[in-house]
């Protein structure tokens, strides 16, 4: 009797995660339309192993520009895709609240 036992052929994607000169840790790292991901680690680099073919990676942080990254991956690679993370506001841009008036309206009573 022959048995024959078939792998999938791996690869991997690894790279840093920065806003910058800074890494990031925690953002998250996921593969589009699957239940893979991680996150990355306190220096920003994260690292995902994979099955050869093509994928779209995303890459996400509250607060920033999310990114979608599309690769093909043959078996054994090892690619190395390193993030800039973009603010959605600008910090130069952001305006800090120093003044807030609220009003209360009371609804007229029925007559």
Do not use: C
Request: net charge negative; proline share 5%.
């Amino acid at each position: 009797m022959l048995s024959t036992v078939s792998f999938a052929q791996k690869a991997t994607v690894k790279g840093k995660i920065t806003d910058g000169d800074e890494p990031m840790d925690f953002v998250t790292v996921f593969v589009y339309e699957s239940q893979i991901g991680t996150t990355s680690d306190a220096d920003g680099n994260y690292e995902l192993e994979l099955d050869a073919g093509e994928h779209i990676l995303q890459i996400s942080y509250v607060g920033f520009m999310s990114i979608s990254r599309k690769s093909t991956l043959t078996e054994r690679q090892v690619l190395t895709l390193n993030i800039d993370l973009t603010p959605r506001t600008p910090i130069s841009r952001m305006r800090s609240l120093t003044e807030a008036s609220i009003t209360f309206m009371m609804p007229s009573p029925p007559t």
